[in-house]
């Protein structure tokens, strides 16, 4: 498997404009998340997905962000309208269930967000 | 809540020395702890993790230990590489009814050849 795959892996755009990142999972994991890494912030969780079902999305920061993984082997980070203080790492990670227990997350490259 | 505190955030060994770095956790619920390295412009990936009934792991020149009592975790690494500089992550799950992995601030590691 090539691991988790995003998309784009860098984008500018500029405040005010529609910005939409893209995740393909791991085939097989049934677990999904997105992460924005800033240097202020580190890593926080944005939401994830449990057979493509968002189950928290507590770390969503504002109505501004809206994420969907409409099939097990695709997710989408949809800003709208964007700002400069998104500009960040957005990281997607998938992970298998295992009888219940934690196990390990596989990340994607990262997609680095520039909003000017 | 759920909440990992990392130190230190930076740190600067020589080559062949031991490092060591620690976090604490609030949450007495938690129950799985893994490590992450991330390098530069990559994703973290994991390199060791550690659950609640288990004191210590290791993993050749890496090791963990937990103490829950104390709600303290560490990472070990002995003998340290040039290629062991990166930055990296504790984290803490709580399996209650979600499964949500919570990271530290992370430590930069820099070994000095």
């Known amino acids: 498997d090539a691991g988790v795959i995003q998309s784009p892996r860098h984008e500018v755009t500029e405040m005010g404009q529609e910005v939409t990142l893209r995740c393909k999972p791991i085939s097989g994991h049934d677990y999904l998340f997105w992460y924005r890494q800033t240097m202020m912030r580190g890593l926080e969780l944005l939401i994830y997905?449990?057979?493509?079902?968002?189950?928290?999305d507590s770390g969503m920061p504002e109505d501004r962000f809206s994420a969907k993984m409409p099939n097990a082997s695709f997710s989408t980070l949809k800003i709208q309208p964007s700002e400069p203080r998104d500009s960040a790492v957005y990281f997607c990670?998938?992970?298998?269930?295992?009888?219940?227990?934690?196990?390990?997350?596989?990340f994607g490259q990262g997609t680095r967000l520039t909003v000017v | 809540g759920e909440n990992v505190e990392q130190h230190p955030s930076t740190l600067s060994v020589q080559e062949g020395d031991s490092a060591v770095i620690k976090c604490t956790y609030s949450d007495s619920a938690s129950n799985y702890f893994p490590w992450y390295k991330q390098e530069l412009g990559k994703g973290p990936q994991l390199i060791i993790d550690?659950?609640?009934?288990?004191g210590e792991k290791k993993d050749q020149r890496i090791a963990v230990t937990l103490n829950k009592t104390a709600k303290h975790f560490s990472l070990h690494i002995t003998e340290t590489q040039p290629e062991d500089s990166a930055v990296y992550f504790c984290?803490?799950?709580?399996?209650?009814?979600?499964?949500?992995?919570?990271f530290g601030s992370g430590t930069r590691l820099l070994v000095r050849p």
């Open positions: 984290a803490e799950d709580v399996r209650d009814s979600s499964y949500k992995l919570i």
């Open positions: 990670a998938s992970s298998p269930t295992n009888r219940g227990y934690n196990t390990e997350a596989f």
């Open positions: 997905f449990n057979n493509n079902v968002p189950i928290d």
């Open positions: 550690i659950r609640s009934n288990v």
